[in-house]
Structure formats: C-alpha cells, structure tokens
C-alpha cells in the first residue's frame, strides 16, 4: 500500500490551489451575496482541463486520473464551491457518461467542446415529485420512429441556465419502470425547452440552479444513450462517481473552513493568550484534522478504486456521506471557533458552513447513501 502522490498530482494539487487563491478568491463573497455565476472563472477552469479532467485527450480531454480529480475538487471546494459545483457535474455526470456510453457521433458532437469546456453540461433526473425515489420519472420520451417527443419538469438543475447541452432522464415505457427509461442528449436552444427562475438558495449561491420545462421537444434518435431502456441504470453508473466528486467537494469545504480556525484560533487571544492555547479549542482542531483526514482517505480510495476498473459504488457512497457529515460539523465547529466573526461573512466560514449543507442532500442524500451503502453489505 502507497499513500505517497506522485509528482503529477502534486503538480496538479498545486495548480488548483493557486487557481482557487488568484481566481476565486477574489469575488467570492460578493458572488455569494448576489448569486452571481462564476463565468469568467469557469471558462479560465476549462481552458485549463479543470472541466474535462478525466476524459481522454483524443475527446479534448486532459487524460488524468481520479485521484487528480479528487485532489483538485479539494482545492477548488476549499475556496469557492460554487465554482467545483459546475466542475463536478462537467466531469463527473456529463463527462464521464458521454465518454464511456455515448456513440463516436456524441463524443466528437457532444464531448469535445465539453471536456474542452467551451461548453458546460448538465445532469437532469430530478423531478418535483422524482427525488431521492429516482424511479418515477413523470417526465416523459414519446417514441415516435426516428424521434422521442419529450415533456416534462425537471427541479433543481445545476447549471440549469448556463449549459448549453442537458443529459436528460426521462420515461418511455412506464410499464416497465426503471427499465422503461432512457438517457437523452438535449440541446438547450432546442424548440420548447424553458428555464425557469433561478432557485434562490441557503448554499452555493453562485451556481446556476433552475427548473427545466420541455414541451413537446423533439429529440432525435440519435441522442439516445445507450439502448432503448438503459437510461435509470445509465443515472445510476454516472451517480456513482459524481458521488466521489460529491464527497470530494465536501471535503475541500471542511478542510478549508478548518484552515481557516486553525490561522484564527492562531491570532485571536482571549484569556492572555492566543485562543490556540485553550484545550477547548485544541481538541476541537483536532476533530476536525481527524474527520477530514479519514474522509480524505475515503475519497482517495474511492477514486483509486475507480482508476483500478473495481466497483466503486460502496466506497463511492461511503465517501460521500462521510465527508458531507464531515463538512457540515466541521464548518459548524469553525464557525464556533471565530465566534461572533463567523457568523459574518468576511470571515469566510459561515458561507462555507451553508456550502456544507447541500452535500448531504444533492447526488443522492445522506439517507440515499445509507441505502446504498446496506443493499450492498448485506447482499
Ligand atoms: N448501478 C447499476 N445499476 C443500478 C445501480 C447502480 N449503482 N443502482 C440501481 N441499479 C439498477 C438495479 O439493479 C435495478 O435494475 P434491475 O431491476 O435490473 O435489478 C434498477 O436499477 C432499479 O434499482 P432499484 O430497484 O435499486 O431502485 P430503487 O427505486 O430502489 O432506488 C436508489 C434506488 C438507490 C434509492 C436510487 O433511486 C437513487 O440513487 N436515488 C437518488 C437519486 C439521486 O442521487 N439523485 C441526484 C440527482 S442528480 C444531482 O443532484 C446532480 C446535481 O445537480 C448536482
């Protein structure tokens, strides 16, 4: 067993940390403020791979492995989670899906301008009434010869609006349930797509999250994914690892708003002495150093499973939910430590501690991992 990187993912590690202090810093708290999408960063994230991390370089992409992407969702995360939201989703659910199911037609079509990042994606399962019950797709892909006849709603899209081509679930055969359903390449400029109102959020507030409306849009053939059916279980491979972007966007905010009580708890005195020196506060750093050290582990080994072709869906699961419970008590914790300082938002850690709380709800949430996590030991 190595637990050693290698000079790549260093190099790598280093590149996203000094992106997220030059390029994300700088606005965060302003585009928190008045939720304002990342554009100008995102398109600098794309022109340096950061979008098509993982996707071969003969489809644009950067040829990297998952370990680099856990690495750099920790740096980007750490600063600005808004901004790793959109590379989660490009990488993990777009990306990724395209490359390992999609025809040679969708990836030169589809793939290279989004693993290139001239274009982002999005991921569109979700319904008002098809959550975490991800089965009962109510929106639905009429067969008609050459074509489907989509219609429907889809809730909380990321990159709802600033996408220009959705991967849309959608139902086609509701008596066959889950195998009923299919995967489809959906351009956003399509004929009767609408978005909706951007959704004014607790967390996360820079990214792009809106309902999708499709009325009578037609999408050819030639958009399907995979075969006539594959689409739930095409969802649910793609989870699987959006599930290691997931937890690896957890991690970088708990690690983050630890750095952050660790330099104030370094500065701030109280009692004639720097607050660092109160066991309180040292066996609070300490939980948190542990807990984001064992969820770092957990995203680690998840990734290298993936990179080694083994099923990652129980590590994957496992990550996630630990790191985004990681997230949520470790943000809490920072904020207890600056005290009444961060509870304002110069300070960094109360953005981050409502960052945190979308982690155990999207890709599947806290209660959805569990599940998963139980079918597969038990089985
Ligand atoms: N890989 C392959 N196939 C899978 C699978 C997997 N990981 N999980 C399930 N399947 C297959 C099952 O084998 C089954 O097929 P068979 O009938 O052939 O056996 C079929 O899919 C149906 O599976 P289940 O009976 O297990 O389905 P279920 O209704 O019990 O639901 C669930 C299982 C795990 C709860 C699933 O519905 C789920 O993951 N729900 C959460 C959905 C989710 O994560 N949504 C996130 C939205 S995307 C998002 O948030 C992106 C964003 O914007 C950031």
């Known amino acids: 067993?190595?637990?050693?990187?290698?000079?790549?993912?260093?190099?790598?590690?280093?590149?996203?940390?000094?992106?997220?202090?030059?390029?994300?810093?700088?606005?965060?708290?302003?585009?928190?403020?008045?939720?304002?999408?990342?554009?100008?960063?995102?398109?600098k994230l794309g022109e340096l791979g950061f979008l098509?991390?993982?996707?071969?370089?003969?489809?644009?992409?950067?040829?990297?492995?998952?370990?680099?992407?856990?690495?750099?969702?920790?740096?980007?995360?750490?600063?600005?989670a808004s901004a790793s939201v959109v590379m989660s989703v490009n990488n993990s659910l777009v990306c990724w899906g395209l490359e390992t199911y999609g025809t040679e037609e969708q990836k030169q079509k589809y793939l290279v301008p989004l693993a290139k990042g001239e274009i982002?994606?999005?991921?569109?399962?979700?319904?008002?009434?098809?959550?975490?019950?991800?089965?009962?797709?109510?929106?639905?892909?009429?067969?008609?010869g050459d074509h489907y006849l989509l219609n429907g709603t889809k809730n909380w899209i990321t990159n709802g609006n600033s996408a220009s081509v959705y991967?849309?679930?959608?139902?086609?055969?509701?008596?066959?349930?889950?195998?009923?359903?299919?995967?489809?390449?959906?351009e956003k400029?399509?004929?009767?797509?609408?978005?909706?109102?951007?959704?004014?959020?607790l967390g996360i507030r820079g990214s792009d999250t809106h309902s999708i409306m499709f009325q009578d849009v037609i999408v050819p053939k030639e958009n399907r994914?995979?075969?006539?059916?594959?689409?739930?279980?095409?969802?649910?491979?793609?989870?699987?690892?959006?599930?290691?972007?997931?937890?690896?966007?957890?991690?970088?905010?708990?690690?983050?708003?630890?750095?952050?009580?660790?330099?104030?708890?370094?500065?701030?005195?109280?009692?004639?002495?720097?607050?660092?020196?109160?066991q309180a506060i040292q066996f609070k750093l300490a939980d948190m150093a542990t807990k984001i050290e064992a969820s770092r582990l957990l995203c680690l080994k998840a990734a290298w499973e993936k990179d080694h072709h083994l099923d990652y869906t129980l590590s994957g699961s496992m990550a996630k939910v630990f790191s985004s419970e990681t997230a949520m008590w470790v943000t809490t914790e920072a904020v207890q430590v600056h005290g009444g300082y961060g509870y304002v938002k110069e300070y960094h850690v109360e953005r981050l501690m409502r960052d945190a709380k979308i982690t155990q709800i999207y890709e599947g949430t806290s209660e959805v991992q569990r599940i998963v996590i139980s079918r597969s030991i038990l089985a």
């Open 120 to 144: 982002i994606g999005a991921f569109l399962l979700s319904e008002p009434e098809a959550g975490s019950d991800a089965t009962s797709q109510r929106t639905t892909a009429e067969d008609k």
């Open 225 to 278: 994914i995979g075969e006539d059916g594959f689409g739930f279980k095409f969802a649910m491979k793609t989870l699987g690892g959006g599930r290691i972007g997931i937890a690896s966007q957890a991690l970088g905010i708990a690690s983050g708003a630890y750095e952050l009580a660790v330099k104030y708890s370094k500065e701030r005195k109280a009692f004639g002495k720097e607050i660092s020196q109160h």
């Open 52 to 80: 098509g991390m993982m996707v071969s370089p003969k489809y644009g992409g950067a040829g990297l492995d998952t370990i680099s992407y856990v690495l750099a969702m920790e740096e980007i995360s750490k600063i600005d």
């Open 189 to 201: 400029n399509s004929p009767g797509v609408t978005v909706g109102a951007k959704e004014n959020k």
């Open 1 to 43: 067993m190595d637990f050693q990187l290698t000079e790549e993912h260093l190099m790598i590690q280093k590149a996203a940390r000094d992106f997220a202090q030059m390029e994300l810093l700088p606005g965060v708290i302003e585009r928190d403020e008045h939720q304002k999408f990342p554009a100008e960063q995102i398109k």
């Open 167 to 186: 991967l849309v679930m959608a139902q086609t055969h509701p008596e066959k349930g889950s195998k009923g359903i299919n995967a489809l390449i959906v």
